[in-house]
């Protein structure tokens, strides 16, 4: 199977506007129809991470015992070191025209499979998790059942990640606005009736372990967007800008989240289990209560048409001939049965879980990228990429593999659920640090394994010296 079937490519947007149908799925984009500018992924960035996803991990730190600024200190701290990687890993879409798993299939090669379905799986965990409160806004706004509300969000969000590229990107800029006046409207609402939360509670080691799970929660939300990273880039032209782009790509994402998530903080006692009617209570329903509970709804429809984007580029890279827009509207079909599970029970415990759980995987992804794409960037001595040229000498399966496992069963002890709590998150009063261990242990394990291959290639291509005696 090569990047070449007709499964992975086809038609592609050639200008901004251009709304048909993207059919292209994996194959490298090529230089004659890159367009764009940097200042894109500002927009694509920024909006879909104005959820009520964002606003209600925010009550994480309260709930936990932190009062509102050591809270808010660990959830900007976290969202940064999340927000960095992806960031960086966005700027190669411009260089090599791929999706960020398609393109890691230089360091996984065959192995692939197993970082692209955990992808896939992680899209169809995101479209509950942002489409539950979507769901739960528009049932409220029309007195609909719960189930209805999320079907018809996740029916919308899929057909726009089946438009594609171009669609999303044309979304996320007029939602940036739309989604930008909405959260301008609550946060003032916040600031003139809703008292900062008390003091915290948690003293000592309970609070630093509360600060360090806080942050962990804010690194998930920011970081999981590191698969996806390129996927949103990959149509720039070459000559873009890197600088540029990570700077616009790390500020849509840290001043979203920071937002959002001090929203959470601050209206804690209000943004509950039922976020939708805590957002309505606040805007003292009528047309402002009526504009609130509809930018809910478009904004879990923004956000997750990304994740079914995304999804169905991953689902293609574990090598699943399907075409790209089927594969998206797939996604939004399991995200509609999840969401109704996320629904069904104690909300509030569902939810934290599932968001660690679905990231828990990303740090020793991205660890791995990172290592192999600076050994192949030292062995072409500052030449450009040639995506289609290293596609052809993608590594070995099991080096990156086995990081990967490793990295994931090294975070263990240190993950801290409501299902699950680590030996070594148990001892340190709840502080997480499985993210910060799962990379350094992927780094750790595949930098040697990835050299010993590296040498063990060199060895079998090197000639072999002709005997004394003999002619060569």
């Excluded at 048909?20 to 200042?39: D, L, T």
């Excluded at 057909?159 to 609550?186: D, I, N, R």
């Excluded at 590296?454 to 072999?464: K, L, T």
Aim: aromatic share 12%; charged share 10%.
């Amino acid at each position: 199977m090569t990047i070449e079937e007709s499964a992975f490519r086809g038609r592609m947007p050639a200008r901004p506007g251009d709304l048909a149908v993207e059919r292209h799925g994996i194959g490298p984009v090529p230089e004659s129809n890159r367009y764009g500018k940097a200042a894109r992924l500002f927009t694509v960035w920024f909006a879909p991470n104005l959820t009520m996803t964002g606003v209600f991990s925010g009550t994480v730190g309260v709930s936990l015992g932190l009062d509102f600024w050591t809270a808010l200190t660990a959830m900007v701290l976290g969202t940064v070191a999340g927000a960095v990687p992806a960031a960086y890993l966005g700027t190669w879409g411009s260089r090599t025209g791929t999706g960020q798993l398609p393109l890691s299939r230089l360091a996984f090669g065959r192995g692939v499979a197993l970082p692209g379905i955990m992808q896939w799986l992680s899209s169809v965990a995101w479209d509950a998790l942002i489409g539950l409160f979507g769901g739960e806004a528009l049932a409220q706004l029309l007195g609909w059942p719960f189930w209805l509300g999320a079907l018809v969000v996740l029916l919308l969000q899929g057909v726009v990640g089946v438009f594609g590229y171009e669609a999303l990107h044309q979304l996320q800029t007029v939602m940036t606005f739309v989604l930008g006046g909405a959260f301008v409207v609550l946060s003032v609402q916040l600031l003139s009736g809703v008292p900062l939360p008390d003091s915290g509670s948690a003293h000592g080691a309970d609070r630093f372990g509360a600060f360090v799970l806080t942050s962990t929660v804010a690194l998930s939300l920011a970081i999981s967007w590191a698969p996806y990273a390129s996927d949103f880039s990959r149509y720039l032209p070459r000559a873009t800008s890197r600088r540029r782009m990570f700077w616009y790509s790390l500020l849509g994402m840290v001043l979203s989240f920071a937002w959002v998530q001090a929203l959470g903080l601050w209206g804690a006692g209000l943004f509950t289990d039922q976020t939708a009617a805590g957002v309505h209570g606040l805007l003292g329903g009528g047309v402002l209560g009526v504009f609130g509970l509809l930018a809910i709804a478009a904004a879990a429809v923004c956000s997750n048409a990304m994740n079914d984007y995304s999804g169905s580029l991953a689902l293609q890279a574990a090598g699943i001939r399907v075409p790209r827009p089927l594969a998206a509207a797939a996604a939004a079909v399991l995200g509609f049965l999840l969401v109704l599970w996320l629904h069904a029970a104690d909300t509030t415990l569902r939810f934290q879980n599932l968001l660690l759980f679905v990231g828990y995987w990303i740090p020793g992804f991205v660890g791995i990228v990172l290592v192999d794409a600076r050994l192949r960037a030292k062995a072409r001595r500052g030449a450009p990429i040639d995506v289609e040229t290293e596609f052809g000498r993608p590594q070995p399966w099991w080096p990156a593999c086995v990081a990967f496992v490793v990295a994931f069963a090294a975070a263990v002890p240190f993950m801290d659920t409501t299902l699950f709590v680590g030996p070594v998150a148990a001892a340190l009063h709840g502080a997480d640090f499985a993210y910060y261990v799962a990379f350094l242990v992927s780094v750790a394990v595949y930098a040697p394994l990835r050299l010993l291959v590296r040498s063990g290639r060199a060895e079998r291509e090197e000639p072999v010296a002709a005997a004394p005696g003999t002619s060569g």
